[in-house]
């Protein structure tokens, strides 16, 4: 037997419960991976508490919970050459991360990449949903050398890898946040501005010249606020609604990404280019808090659970 977070009604981190489950075996095209993390996603919490959107993800119950790991390959089914026994991977499973084992199938739905050696297991685990949201975000915008970038949610989970990457594209970045973490993102050269009503004014007093983008990842309120500004509907991205966001913006994601755009994030932390903040860590046997305090939105940085 191994151990599994599962849930059968849709509801809070109440539902989550660890259970032991048979243990799964790799089949034909699969791998099974020993997870040692999973990094947690405002997502994983939007899918097992609201139906409408498990639905669109293809997630019935009873389900597992998580999406992003990182771990060892321990068994690797018939017809799989890219991958051995021993290799130290990280990726993607929606819905069943959380999990001792994990069979996913590189070649489907799933993603599976080695992790490089000078990466640990907490920080690989970060790396999948954050980081190809974050990348599809700025790349929407096309953010570039020069460019004035305002990022909303810039201390969340997808915010530091979004800060990062347009520091590294050689913008300026004003990150929206609680004055709470206006050290905490000085760490990684942005300029922080409070969130809430009066965002545009205060904006324009820090830059007069204005902004020429804009990556919202936290609601619609930064991405308001560049139209305000004047920034073309064009130049300015949101991740956080539907088909059709306000003013014509470009709605995105991860799905909007690409797999290299992992491949570049995990070159640049291997580089000391990127740092991968971990907010806090919580075993197993703790889902329950460790989604808490991740669905609070207040955390600087990522959560990791460990097994």
Known sequence: MSRAVVYETFGGPEVLELREVPEPHAGTGEVRVRVAAVGLNPMDWVLSSMPEMAQQFGITLPSGFATDFAGTVDEVGEGVSDFAVGDRVYGTATGRAAADFLVVAPEGADTLLRTPAEIN???ASTLPVAGLTASAALAAIDVKAGDTVLIGGAAGGVGVFAVQLAKLAGARVIGTASESTFDFLRRFGVDPVTYGAGLEERVRAMVPDGVSGAADLHGTEAAEAALAL???????????????????????GGFDAHPEDLERISNAIVAGEITVPIAA???????????????????????????
Do not use: C, W, Y
Request: glycine content about 12%.
């Open 121 to 123: 297991d907490q920080v």
């Open 281 to 307: 860590t919580f075993p197993i046997e703790q889902i329950r808090e460790a989604v808490r305090v991740q669905a609070d939105r207040h955390v600087h940085g990522k959560i990791v659970v460990g097994l």
């Open 230 to 252: 004047g920034v073309p509907p064009e130049r300015i991205s949101t991740i956080a609604v539907g088909p059709n966001p306000p003013g014509g913006v470009r709605p995105t």
